[in-house]
């Protein structure tokens, strides 16, 4: 009996959520880099803070992909390679085309308005430069054709795999490829709209692929650059 | 329940958040704690004889993985699931499960296809006696042989949680023969098309064939509810 501990942690959410915010955005702003060090006494005494909620914190971003904790060292920024951004976007274009073809049986006429919506939206911060406007969109495109689809678990899935590369959208969003991909979106809305679910699946397919190869030559032209620095 | 946790945990050298999340999801999936069960931090402690801080990030692992849901104000349950999940479910995997095999076939070599055609032998003796649990478990082993082959350790891990999910629900498949029906055949026929090396042939059966089962479970759910 006594204090209910389910109550203390559901208190402890929104501390915990504010950690994890701040660490998810010094990270994704690459102010903390792949491979530092992030101590939970730091953060506490930083911001005179227990470390109950940090530790949480931690093993939340950890899920996320963000940290990786050692047993008895503690926690570093994750660092991604180039096969984890192949093995993600290999799930995430299998899981998205599934759901653009189901997409395609189930579709509106207003979820049509809404993806031309945001697709436009897409376009008008790219003329902007406004890559932060870009990248909600984009996300939000996204996430439009899985809630069409309506297979939660779907959701839940690619969900998860989108956080752990939050850290890159915006080099995706911002890259010399940004039309190819728009023009793919509009190809997706286009299959949709004649319901033909084999030509959704195959635009979104290859709009992941694209991704994948923005990511992985930004990727290597930064570990070159690296290296280039260490000489 | 007197389980000394802190003990195992400095034998097999894991983390003690670690150990006590395998606990509690052990304890999940077999059913010894129901959905919609009150998770308290207290009795674990006393339970377990330790302090609340590791089993307060158990418990966030466990949010993470699906199986705990904190409501505001009601703190840590036991999440539901449905048959409507084990239908979503398997259609994830359906996608996943053929994408891996599609991957797998440049890797499968006579060891593995010997395992797959033993595998299959074991299911269809399962078949045969209606131990359909069983055959739950001979399956998975089955795809998991093509699945251990793909290259990609996301999809790995991704279906190592499914399948910690799809055990809660063991007991739906036990009396339920006609989910299985067609499904230790197609085995067969997946078999030749990985001798055959045909990476979209493998792909389309196997997508087939988990999609049936996810449309059984549908079906059942359906029925479940009308019957209701």
Redesign the interface.
Known sequence: ??????????S??TLREKIAELLREAIIQQKLKPGERVTELEIASRFGLSR?PI??AF??LE??GFLHIV?RKGAMVAELDE??IR??Y??KA??E??AARVAAERVTADDIDRLEKLNRRMRACAGKHDIAGMTVAHNEFHQVILEICG????I??VG??VRQFLRFRFFVSASAELERLLAHHDLVIEALRTRDGQAAERYIVQNARLGEQVLVDFFLSRKGSEQGDKR | MKIDILESSIADHQPLPDKICDFIREAIIVGKMKPGEKISEAKLAEDLHISRTPIREAIRMLESEGFVSIIPRRGAIVSEFTTHDLYEMYQVKACIDAFAASLAVVSIGERELARMRRLNEEEQAAVEQHDFVRYVKIHEEFHQVFIGRSGNDKLDHLNLMMMNHIKRLQSFFSDKPEIFRSCSATHGELISAFESGDPKLVRALVERNIMHIAEQIKLYGEQQVAGA
């Open positions: 009996m006594g204090s209910d501990i389910t109550e203390i942690i559901a402890h959410k109950t530790r949480e093993r939340q899920s996320e047993p096969k984890d093995d993600f290999e799930i299998v899981l085309g599934y297979n939660q678990k779907i839940e899935v998860n795999l």
